[in-house]
């Protein structure tokens, strides 16, 4: 594990697509990830492809550091809200400083002259990107609790966009200054597990023209436009409750909500993650093999209002994991048929199931910098799983679970099969550093519902995937998301690993964060871990004249800020957003 390069004395200048270019970023996007079966009868087999993908997907260390880059990040800068009451504006205000933590392992004097780096990368997480007209949303259950629909939902595209305009312009990682190597979402990349969803995700993420408009192409068909008091009405007249709260009128936003906007798409490679959301109907129900709920996805009507009695009970159902089939929520609506508004039909609407998931992402339309399949491969599709390994640097390996349950409900767990892979795949790189990705954290991995497709195959829980990590060394992170709040926590076992758990904002609810992870070796007995937020490219001040896509952007931001109900804690504590972690080399 000495492949590396010390960050000290670097220089300035070398822009990243030059980089990746002089340093094997073609070979990396080229062949970079792989999967495996989870069987026993074809481990040997999973075995030689482990050994044989990571070597072939190995790109080198970058071979000339850049100086360490804040700009744009959250130690420069933070959006803050103004003083005052009811709607909020947001500025300028300062950045967030570093912490160091020392749960797992001591700090040692001298240790920024000495260090080596490792491998940099970005985490962006839980974006949600929204077809906001799409008939299935749960809007409606906002009688009862005011958090279930967010006023900004329709400008989900252009806030991502932004995103992605942010991590392009960051030069360098925040403190080695190191080149990013690639970039990971952590799932729920789409909201309704919608195909017109994935493919505005997948051209965000790749680049491309995106016109986030489903069903009548002339204008917007939605609660927004209802004249539903519930709702944000902001073209119109209509006193609804959150302009009582203080919210603008803003006249044609509906109209610039469903223009077509452009996606440089990222300039490093990036890899995909899966998440609840995007395996599951609203993110919760098991029911692709419901044929009424499809057909109301793509159909031409859609039920914007129940009584708050109705939604709480609902919501109930939802939150307990008492119809995790969604049998009630087939039998809910249809026992509201007559309440529902007709809207314009669309087949893009329609859900998307595992394996259409993974054929996105192989598709060469979407490739971008690549890699191609973005972490899937021919394999999964073989398979029928969702997880992979990559080569992330010369001393690093990345590993991509899929936590998600096909049993349905939102919490997560991991199947038999792909525990046994993990523990072999960490076995097999046992000189390599690894990093975990999954969607969701330790702690929501409390769902142990059989899969349909495997339903002999016991599921695991957080804490069983806890203890696994303990047992290796080479873990030094496991990076999710999952819960929209930065948190960040140490984990010691009795077998004598140490490792930290990265848990990172959403992008869809304020304050809408993406996370940059540094490795590093401090070539005395410890390994730091930096990690530094940072928001979009959109400037934190809104102009409410101005719906341009820049515009919207900040909007989209300044709008979740005041979203009724909205946590305020989601930010996290100050150890949990710009950190060193520091802890033993195993």
């Not at 696994?468 to 076992?493: D, E, F, M, Q, S």
């Amino acid at each position: 594990m000495s492949r590396t390069r010390s960050v000290a004395g670097s220089g300035q200048g070398i822009h990243r697509r030059s980089v990746l270019a002089a340093t094997g970023a073609v070979a990396l996007s080229a062949g970079a990830g792989y999967a495996l079966r989870p069987s026993d009868s074809q481990a040997a087999t999973a075995k030689e492809s482990t050994k044989a993908a990571v070597a072939a997907s190995s790109r080198q260390a970058p071979a000339a550091p850049l100086a360490p880059y804040t700009k744009g990040t959250t130690v420069a800068s933070v959006a803050t809200p103004r003083a005052g009451s009811g709607y909020r504006r947001l500025g300028d205000g300062p950045g967030w400083q570093r912490v160091v933590r020392s749960e797992l392992a001591a700090p040692k004097s001298g240790r920024a002259g000495r260090r080596t780096a490792l491998a940099a990368f970005v985490q962006l997480t839980d974006l949600h990107i929204i077809d906001a007209q799409h008939p299935l949303r749960l809007e409606y259950l906002r009688s009862s609790d005011v958090h279930a629909w967010r006023p900004h939902e329709a400008l989900t595209v252009q806030g991502a966009i932004a995103l992605v305009e942010r991590i392009n312009a960051l030069r360098g990682a925040p403190v080695t200054g190191a080149p990013l190597h690639f970039a990971m979402t952590t799932g729920d990349n789409t909201d309704n597990n919608a195909k017109s969803e994935l493919e505005w995700f997948l051209k965000i993420m790749s680049g491309g023209r995106i016109t986030p408009n489903t069903g009548d192409p002339r204008q917007y068909e939605g609660v927004q436009n209802s004249g539903l008091k519930l709702y944000w009405q902001p073209d119109a007249s209509v006193r609804d409750t959150d302009k009582q709260a203080g919210f603008p009128h803003l006249d044609g936003f509906l109209k610039a909500a469903i223009r077509e906007v452009q996606s440089p798409g990222l300039n490093l490679p990036w890899y995909s993650t899966v998440g609840n959301h995007d395996s599951l109907p609203m993110g919760c129900y098991a029911s692709h093999g419901d044929s009424y709920l499809t057909e109301l996805a793509v159909g031409g009507k859609k039920l914007m209002n129940v009584s708050a009695a109705e939604a709480q009970r609902l919501q109930t159902l939802i939150k307990k994991a008492r119809d995790p089939e969604g049998v009630r929520y087939h039998d809910f609506l249809k026992s509201h048929a007559r309440a529902m508004r007709s809207v314009t039909p669309d087949e893009s609407r329609a859900p998307f199931t595992p394996t259409d998931y993974i054929k996105a992402h192989l598709d060469p339309a979407y490739r971008g910098i690549g890699p191609a399949g973005h972490g899937y491969s021919s394999a999964n599709l073989d398979a029928g799983t969702q997880y992979y390994a990559f080569r992330i640097s010369d001393d690093v390996i990345g590993i991509s679970l899929d936590t998600t349950d096909a049993g349905g409900h939102y919490e997560g767990s991991l199947g038999a099969g792909q525990l046994k892979w993990l523990d072999r795949t960490l076995r097999e790189n046992k000189d390599s550093y690894a990093v975990i990705f999954s969607h969701h954290t330790s702690k929501t991995m409390t769902n142990t519902r059989r899969d349909p497709a495997r339903p002999y195959e016991r599921r695991h829980t957080g804490q069983e995937v806890l203890a696994l990590l303990g047992g290796h060394r080479n873990v030094l992170a496991w990076v999710n998301g999952h819960i929209h709040k930065n948190v960040i926590t140490p984990h010691a076992t009795s077998a004598g690993g140490s490792f930290w758990e990265i848990s990172t904002a959403s992008h869809v609810d304020y304050p809408q964060l993406a996370r940059v992870i540094e490795l590093t070796d401090n070539k005395d007995g410890t390994i730091s871990l930096f990690t530094t937020l940072v928001e979009s490219s959109a400037p934190h001040r809104t102009d409410f004249s101005d719906l341009s896509q820049t515009g919207l952007a900040a909007l989209y931001r300044e709008l979740s800020l005041n979203a009724p109900g909205a946590s305020t804690t989601l930010g996290g504590d100050p150890e949990d957003r710009n950190t060193e972690l520091v802890l033993k080399k195993g």
